[in-house]
């Protein structure tokens, strides 16, 4: 079975950082593009950051780009995120994607999610 399993989510303080971990199964990771997108309660789906398959290019939204970094260990089948410089917008649940290669935000598969709150 496909398995996204997202954690790391947690309550921090304005300005603090979390490191969110997507550990993927079931199928061959080499070959998605993993990726991370949020949901705030009220408001809509929105796309966060995303890392290509093996050639590993990286693309990040312009709300967070520059305190975001998303990477990928091969080896442990894991995708992080790490974020930095948190705000209170950055408040949501957090979920993890899979697509085959390259990141277009058609995501195949999702993991369960993992709430991020971050306090003024």
């Known amino acids: 079975d496909v398995q996204l399993q997202a954690s790391g989510g947690g309550l921090v303080q304005a300005g603090g950082s979390l490191r969110l971990s997507c550990v993927a199964s079931?199928?061959?990771?080499?070959?998605?593009?993993i990726g991370w997108f949020r949901q705030a309660p009220g408001k809509e789906r929105e796309w966060v950051s995303c890392?290509?398959?093996?050639?590993?290019?990286?693309y990040t939204a312009d709300s967070v780009k520059g305190r975001f970094t998303i990477a990928r260990d091969k080896g442990k089948h894991t995708v992080y995120l790490q974020m930095d410089d948190l705000k209170p917008e950055d408040t949501a649940v957090y979920y993890c994607?899979?697509?085959?290669?390259?990141?277009?935000?058609?995501?195949?598969?999702r993991g369960q999610g993992t709430l991020v709150t971050v306090s003024s």
């Open positions: 079931g199928f061959h990771f080499d070959d998605y593009a």
């Open positions: 994607g899979a697509e085959p290669t390259y990141c277009t935000n058609n995501w195949h598969w």
């Open positions: 890392i290509s398959d093996t050639e590993g290019r990286t």
